[in-house]
């Protein structure tokens, strides 16, 4: 043995009094990475409950639960992702999907609980130290998994369209719609938002599997004007949907447009309603709109016979009349009445009930009966010189051009109203060759038309004169003057709307040729006067919400005579609603 | 750096360079290629790093592609050789001879995607997944989801709500009864014709 091999063991001595390279107790935290992925965050007013994150969780570790203080509202489920991290792999795919971009990861990585419950938790609900922090992961638009852009439509450029009343939008390739369906994250918060509740993500998964006849058939479950909707509805699933929280959301509406485009070959072999037994039940349908004509399309297919009385000379109500032809083709709607003649239903045209018909008659001759008369009467304003030849009103304005007239309005048209038939009448007026001016007594904010509405309204090159109303028209020289007044927005009224204050000294004038006015709608009281059936104090049929009857046993009512002027889809739903809460009635339940 | 991607470019059938930055370039080159490119890299352009070999899977085009990312101590820079090859017996030509550290990747490759280098020391040997059968999980046919769900037992006392359906309990319940009773008429009606034809 050498010397160096007994004395090498003390060579490490040498150190003894250095400091020394371990750490010393209370042990220093290291901070994760600023991107490092950590325990989840979730800013809970912005999640809106979709779920997506659960759906692709590979671990399976994502719950959506509930949690005290979140609504199940429009356009949130209310629910909330809870996260097991005994099976989360920190893979944040959750981050990376989420649409609204609420979930993130904070980097903090070090916690510690004996007891295994603990690790099951809803982040933002269940308060964590991390929740603040703003380290960590969160997506960017390179990781980002959610399309936020839209596949395009192919439409009529603004300055062609607004010269002839030819269809403007016209409908997505298969290309564009499979694009478009690719971008849906199936959450179904859309359903809630549809009043007739349509298995939106269904038929959109219905596209992209390249099943048309099954989304054709998905789309009569709940609605039988889908053709129409896909073009007109007010798409309320589209401002449900998380998509457009941080991007565009679906478009709903021009998927279920695609549908429909491409299945008129097979629209006629899906509903079989040939073979259905008579109950022998007679059911009679007091106007032929969407409403009424969807609960007699369903009360068909449950075997009763359907009969549907309308005054004017065609059926469709307010699509035909109401919506001009740019926007929803006369073809497009009398094919799909077509389809609900052909389920079994009986429409009589030009039979108007009060008239031709007594109420009290229908009343005796059917088991039960239908109101569906709308809010047909346009209604003006109480401004002095509303009565001039040159002064018209929206709606009859509207049904006039529907009807092929072609009215001479000179060059200049005031629309007065911020509505979708003041936008409907303001390009109507323009294909007609005028120039238009609408004008809105509040801001533009506050228009209850559609803002795509608005928009396409504005690349027509439709005016708007904002904060203004109308006090006063007279006829000069051949022209109309209109004198107007400038307003501010005040407090906000019972609708949640800021109130519209004229400002004193503020008159002006406006030289036009002709005015609309788009204001608002009634209801028609001929019925329910002969009937006796009980008006709301609006003047609307009541009518129960989950079974539609009204005052009179037998009778039910619904669509906008009973909502007050609404959308269609609106009424279609409650179309629907009728005809089951009727069939119950008619079977004695 | 130009140079050497020039020469890459007519020497070894090399595509457009695809800049990510101006240290850091990729270059894609027919398969067959690889390990001369590699070895040209090696011992002329000053390349002696190896700093990792990856693969993508690219299951739609059916290929997996293949990285060889490089470094230059004298530049400064990184040069990524990348290679597609065929997903089905996906093999591939061995640089464990360049560089003996090569072997471990492709081990690795070998393990997580079943992609075979033949002649790498060990290459058959798991690294991680001891006793592992199926499809090799970074494949992107292999259905994580579902593994797990197999794998790992649940926990208990755990539920989970479907959004669409909580909506409709919570907000229309009566209204999705409806919905379901028309859905129903309208679909048997059809059903029942079916059947008799």
Redesign the interface.
């Known amino acids: 043995m050498k010397l160096r091999d007994i004395i090498s063991p003390f060579y490490a001595w040498k150190r003894a009094f250095e400091k020394p390279f371990t750490i010393m107790r209370p042990r220093t935290d290291r901070e994760g990475a600023p991107a490092y992925r950590g325990f989840h965050i979730n800013d809970l007013g912005k999640c809106v409950g979709c779920g997506t994150c659960e759906a692709i969780c590979q671990n399976a570790a994502i719950d959506m639960v509930e949690l005290p203080g979140q609504e199940t509202k429009r356009g949130d489920s209310g629910l909330r992702p809870s996260i097991d991290y005994g099976r989360c792999c920190w893979c944040a795919l959750c981050v990376d999907v989420c649409p609204t971009a609420s979930l993130g990861m904070s980097n903090e990585y070090n916690w510690i609980s004996d007891d295994g419950e603990d690790w099951v938790f809803v982040p933002g609900g269940d308060q964590k130290p991390w929740d603040m922090s703003e380290k960590g992961y969160r997506t960017t638009d390179e990781s980002w998994l959610i399309e936020p852009v839209r596949a395009s439509m192919r439409f009529v450029e603004p300055d062609v369209r607004k010269k002839n009343f030819d269809e403007m939008m016209l409908g997505y390739t298969t290309e564009a719609a499979l694009e478009e369906a690719a971008r849906c994250i199936e959450c179904g918060l859309c359903i809630e938002a549809c009043p007739t509740h349509m298995d939106v993500p269904q038929y959109i998964k219905a596209i992209r599997d390249g099943e048309l006849e099954e989304g054709l058939r998905i789309l009569y479950d709940t609605n039988p004007f889908s053709e129409s909707c896909g073009r007109v509805c007010t798409a309320h699933c589209e401002t449900a949907c998380p998509v457009g929280a941080q991007g565009r959301p679906l478009a709903i509406r021009w998927l279920k447009r695609y549908i429909t485009d491409n299945t008129l070959d097979i629209r006629d072999s899906i509903l079989e309603t040939e073979d259905i037994p008579a109950t022998g039940k007679k059911v009679a349908i007091i106007g032929a709109g969407p409403a009424g004509l969807t609960a007699g399309f369903y009360l068909a297919h449950y075997g009763h016979e359907v009969r549907v009385f309308e005054q004017q000379d065609k059926p469709g109500g307010m699509l035909l009349s109401g919506i001009p032809e740019y926007r929803l083709p006369d073809e497009v709607l009398a094919r799909e009445i077509k389809v609900i003649e052909d389920a079994g239903v009986e429409i009589k045209t030009g039979v108007r009930v009060g008239k031709d018909i007594s109420a009290r008659q229908i009343l005796d001759d059917y088991d039960a009966v239908f109101v569906s008369v709308g809010a047909q009467i346009g209604t003006d304003m109480p401004v002095e010189g509303s009565d001039l030849p040159a002064v018209h009103i929206g709606l009859d304005f509207l049904d006039r051009i529907s009807k092929g007239e072609r009215p001479d309005i000179g060059k200049k048209t005031i629309v007065v109203g911020g509505g979708n038939t003041a936008m409907d009448v303001a390009r109507s007026a323009l294909r007609l060759g005028s120039e238009v001016e609408v004008v809105y007594r509040r801001s533009r904010k506050e228009m209850p038309a559609n803002a795509e509405e608005v928009e396409e309204a504005m690349e027509e090159g439709v005016e708007f004169n904002f904060l203004t109303t109308p006090e006063k028209m007279t006829e000069q020289g051949g022209r109309l003057h209109l004198t107007c007044r400038r307003m501010r927005l005040g407090e906000p009224d019972s609708s949640g709307r800021r109130r519209p204050e004229a400002i004193e000294g503020s008159e002006f004038t406006i030289e036009a040729d002709t005015c609309v006015m788009a204001i608002g709608q009634k209801v028609e009281d001929e019925v329910a006067r002969e009937a006796g059936i009980k008006l709301d104090k609006w003047g609307n049929f009541e009518a129960d919400q989950e079974r539609m009857t009204t005052s009179i046993d037998g009778v039910f009512a619904g669509g906008d005579c009973e909502t007050g002027p609404d959308d269609a889809v609106g009424a279609i739903g409650t179309g629907k609603k009728a005809a089951w809460s009727i069939n119950e009635y008619l079977s004695g339940r | 750096m130009k140079d050497t991607i020039d020469k890459i470019r007519s020497m070894f059938d090399g595509g457009d360079a695809d800049e990510k930055r101006e240290d850091l370039v990729f270059v894609t080159v027919p398969a067959t290629q690889v390990v001369d490119c590699l070895g040209y890299l090696r011992d002329r352009a000053g390349y002696r790093h190896l700093v990792m070999i990856s693969a993508v899977d690219y299951i739609e085009r059916g290929v997996f592609q293949l990285t060889y990312l490089l470094h230059s101590y004298e530049k400064q820079n990184d040069i990524g050789i990348r290679a597609d090859i065929g997903r089905d017996d996906a093999s591939m030509d061995s640089i464990h001879r360049l560089w003996a550290a090569a072997q471990v990747y492709q081990r690795e490759l070998r393990e997580m995607f079943g992609i075979d280098f033949p002649g790498s020391p060990r290459v058959d040997e798991p690294m991680l997944l001891e006793g592992w059968e199926g499809i090799p999980p970074m494949r992107r046919d292999f259905d994580?989801?579902k593994y797990?769900?197999e794998t790992?037992f649940?926990?208990e006392g755990?539920?989970?709500?479907?959004?669409?359906t909580?909506?409709?309990e919570?907000?229309?319940a009566?209204?999705?009864q409806?919905?379901r009773?028309?859905?129903d008429?309208?679909?048997g009606?059809?059903k029942?014709?079916?059947n008799?034809g």
Do not use: C
């Open positions: 994580t989801k797990s769900e790992f649940p926990r755990r539920k989970t709500a479907d959004p669409a909580h909506m409709a919570k907000n229309y009566s209204e999705e409806v919905k009773s028309v859905k008429l309208v679909r009606r059809r029942r014709k079916g008799d």
